[in-house]
């Protein structure tokens, strides 16, 4: 997925598209990697009863935590142990924001509508945040 990825967001592809290869994996990769969480989380969500719906809630939640986590935990350790160059503050000072505000939110065991549009809407948010912060007024790369 990577390699595709990739060659998606590199100008010498035929394919190329000119969007940051960051916007393209923020959107296209999560997608991908928890298609069958999400397909499942819908099936069951399906049913309409409110035990099944707070389920979904809990899964998406826990699934979604769990990734950032270790996601946000192995690229600090190859930034670490690999010695690397840091350009990712705002997408990490975005993710950790993120994921305060989901812990917050959903820290209940039955879940509400307002907590699903809550959630919800922060990807959305959260990439305008990274662009805000990336953009030219306030220059933080």
């Known amino acids: ?15 190329y598209i000119p969007i940051s290869a960051f916007y393209v994996s923020f959107v296209v990769t999560p997608l991908c990697s928890n298609a069958s969480e999400l397909v499942s989380s819908l099936i069951f969500a399906a049913k309409k009863k409110k035990e099944n ?9 826990g699934a979604g935590t769990m990734n950032n986590t270790l996601c946000l935990g192995i690229f600090a350790a190859l930034v670490y142990f690999r ?4 350009f990712y503050s705002a997408e990490v000072t975005v993710i950790i924001f993120v ?16 907590t699903g549009v809550i959630v919800g809407s922060l990807y959305v948010v959260s990439i305008g945040l990274v ?7 306030v220059g933080w790369k």
Do not use: H
């Open 99 to 114: 994921q305060w505000v989901v812990g917050i939110v959903g820290f209940r065991l039955t879940y509400k509508l307002w």
């Open 1 to 15: 997925m990577c390699d595709v990825l990739d060659s998606l967001t590199n100008p010498k592809n035929k394919s």
């Open 83 to 86: 010695d690397l160059k840091w």
């Open 53 to 61: 719906i707070s389920m979904t809630f809990a899964q998406l939640y």
């Open 131 to 137: 662009a805000l912060l990336e953009s030219d007024a």
